[in-house]
């Protein structure tokens, strides 16, 4: 079973960045595709990047194309999220989540994730 462990939460100001890391640890990491999710306070969990396992495949959602950018590296069992230009609509709780690679690429509908971290907190102010 796999464990994740999100960490680099945490209070900026608006226009400024931060990278998120999921730590994974259990016996399979590599075939897992990765996602990450985000729920801000009176509102459904929803779907921010994933990556593949094999890291070719990257989707994300459209309010934060071409501002965060999902990568991993399998040898460290880490999956980063590199949020740049961040706006207060981003504030939310991030969670890490993990599910078997699927052929057809990573999933963005969190219902198909089996494998969930606690989350970090990402605040960003006006």
């Known amino acids: 079973q796999v464990q994740l462990v999100e960490s680099g939460g945490g209070l900026v100001q608006a226009g400024e960045s931060l990278t998120l890391s999921c730590a994974a640890s259990g016996p399979t990491y590599s075939p897992y595709d990765m996602g990450w999710f985000r729920q801000a306070p009176g509102k459904e969990r929803e779907f921010v990047a994933a990556i593949s396992w094999s890291a070719v495949r990257s989707v994300y959602t459209d309010s934060v194309k071409g501002r965060f950018t999902i990568s991993r590296d399998n040898a460290k069992n880490l999956v980063s999220l590199q949020m740049d230009s961040l706006k207060p609509e981003d504030t939310a709780l991030y969670y890490c989540?993990?599910?078997?690679?699927?052929?057809?690429?990573?999933?963005?509908?969190?219902?198909?994730?089996?494998?969930w971290g606690q989350g970090t907190q990402v605040t960003v102010s006006s």
């Open positions: 989540a993990a599910d078997y690679a699927r052929v057809a690429g990573p999933p963005t509908d969190r219902h198909e994730y089996h494998y």
